[in-house]
């Protein structure tokens, strides 16, 4: 049990350092309330079960190729400038905190999903940390620990999520429009400035072998 709450604790950690997911999250948190933040984080957990998937399979080193990496870090570029520059255009506009408007809470799961699937960060990061963690793991315990110990890291990742989700509904039922609008505004510059940061990388590869 006492390792099951530690991989729970490990989740929470992996998810906790500021990155475009976090800074998503905030801004749909504020401008669409609990559901819309909580979709952003649902997509990027779906993403980053498809990794975990890919490492257990043993395939994600062949997503390592320069030419894939310098894909998924251009496509990385659009998504993350474009969902900052909506951000801070819309900055300001309350939308209703409701599960069924399922366009809207559509738009930002797979918004999440979108940015998650494309941060090749997101590769380095599960091919290392999960990578490492299977790979001792698979030493000690059987199959079928393995899937409870990668259950307990995304559930660990999943209450982060809500933690996050909650934390920007709150924000958004306290704080006065002023500065929602400009906690909205700087979580958009945040993600044009994550996505200039991926444009470089991939400009290193392409041009810069």
């Not at 099951?4 to 998503?24: M, T």
């Not at 259950?151 to 990742?157: H, K, P």
């Not at 429009?177 to 392409?206: C, D, H, N, Q, W």
Request: charged letters at 10%; a neutral charge.
């Amino acid at each position: 049990m006492n390792i099951f709450i530690g991989y729970i604790f490990l989740g929470l950690s992996l998810s906790a350092p500021i990155g475009p997911i976090n800074a998503a999250q905030l801004d749909k948190g504020i401008r669409g309330g609990f559901w819309h933040a909580w979709m952003v984080g649902l997509g990027a957990i779906s993403a980053d079960i498809i990794y975990m998937l890919l490492v257990y399979m043993g395939i994600i080193h062949l997503l390592d190729a320069p030419f894939v990496r310098a894909f998924l870090w251009l496509f990385g570029f659009f998504v993350l400038v474009y969902t900052g520059v909506e951000s801070i255009k819309n900055a300001g506009e309350l939308t209703a905190d409701t599960r069924g408007n399922v366009n809207t809470l559509t738009k930002s799961f797979f918004s999440g999903f979108l940015m998650s699937l494309f941060n090749p960060l997101s590769i380095l990061f599960w091919l290392g940390i999960y990578g490492s963690i299977l790979a001792k793991a698979a030493n000690e315990y059987p199959m079928q620990q393995l899937l409870i110990y990668s259950g307990a890291i995304v559930l660990g990742i999943l209450l982060w999520d809500v933690t996050m989700a909650a934390a920007s509904s709150i924000f958004r039922k306290l704080l006065t429009p002023a500065v929602l609008k400009a906690i909205s505004v700087l979580s958009g510059l945040s993600l044009v400035g994550f996505g200039l940061y991926f444009g470089f990388e991939a400009f290193k590869l392409l041009f810069m072998p």
